[in-house]
């Protein structure tokens, strides 16, 4: 196995909070939804509709942020096993401030397109791009982000 350079947690308080606000959400459109429902049906069925995602968003998260992402000397893998990109398949490192990237994250441009896959609150990858954020911190982040931009830098 590679030795680790660094990791990507989220704690615990951030993990309560990012999910936490998800559940209130989620309970709170189908409070409104069966409480007082609006005249118009097609309302409560909204509700009803963004509530439940909500709540399935918010086990989600919960679930995905108790993983870790781990960068080692050739990857970046989450701690389920997923391996997010090879550094050799990484084109550009990307924290400026219009690149659609999470809050306290960066962006990382592939080389080539991948599979679709979603970690709310830790990651996401879609296509050519993976974003790293979302409820981590800004010091965990950046790290990585520096080592992997000097990492794809360095001639081989």
Not at 53 to 82: N, P, V, Y
Request: cysteine-free; hydrophobic content about 50%.
């Amino acid at each position: 196995m590679a030795q680790e350079l660094a990791r990507i947690e989220t704690s615990m308080g951030r993990r309560v909070i990012g999910a936490g606000a998800m559940l209130l959400l989620g309970a709170l459109l189908l409070y409104i939804a069966f409480a007082e429902p609006p005249q118009n049906r097609l309302w409560q069925v909204f509700l009803l509709a963004v509530g439940g995602l909500s709540l399935w968003f918010s086990s989600r998260m919960w679930e995905a942020t108790s993983h870790a992402l781990i960068l080692t000397e050739t990857e970046l893998t989450d701690t389920d096993g997923t391996v997010l990109a090879r550094l050799d398949e990484i084109e550009k490192v990307d924290r400026s401030v219009f690149a659609m990237k999470p809050s306290n994250g960066f962006l990382l441009i592939l080389k080539s397109p991948q599979t679709r896959a979603w970690r709310p609150g830790l990651w996401w990858r879609m296509g050519r791009r993976i974003a790293i954020g979302g409820v981590t911190a800004g010091s965990a982040t950046k790290p990585v982000a520096d080592i992997i931009a000097v990492k794809i830098a360095a001639p081989e």
